[in-house]
């Protein structure tokens, strides 16, 4: 049974003084973590950074800007020149990554394939998780 889908994706980093930046970005969905995805940024020096972002939110924002404080996402551009655009603002600076929409608008897809927006609950199974943290406690 597939519990998870993940992708490598070609993202990129704007920078306000000159050309962006190549960032390889892993992409992870996990079924039994239905409400988020995991964003891999692979830095060569630091090794994986991690974000967290809603799957909604991620949904939301390749259609129409969404998001604020902390994490903001937008589309901009029609068809295969489409981009994603992610601004991640944590404390102390900022990023803005850009993406191209089309494959990150794929995989998105098969995210909901795996676990449908309506199942998300079901999914998430907070009895069990609920079981194991307090057989932990004892």
Known sequence: ?????????????????????????????RAQDPLLVEFLFQDPVQGPIAWVISR???????LASSGEGDIRVWPTGT??????????????????????LP???RWLLRTYQLVP???????????????RFLDGLS
């Open 1 to 29: 049974m597939i519990t998870c889908v993940d992708h490598m994706l070609g993202m990129e980093l704007v920078s306000p003084l000159g050309p962006r930046l190549p960032v390889p970005t892993h992409l992870l969905y």
């Open 103 to 105: 494959a990150l608008g």
């Open 79 to 100: 068809g295969a020149q489409a981009l994603l655009h992610i601004l991640l603002a944590p404390p102390g600076g900022f990023a803005h990554l850009v993406a191209p």
């Open 117 to 131: 927006a309506t199942r998300e609950t079901e999914a998430l199974d907070l009895d069990g998780r609920l079981g």
């Open 56 to 62: 909604e939110l991620l949904a939301r924002g390749t």
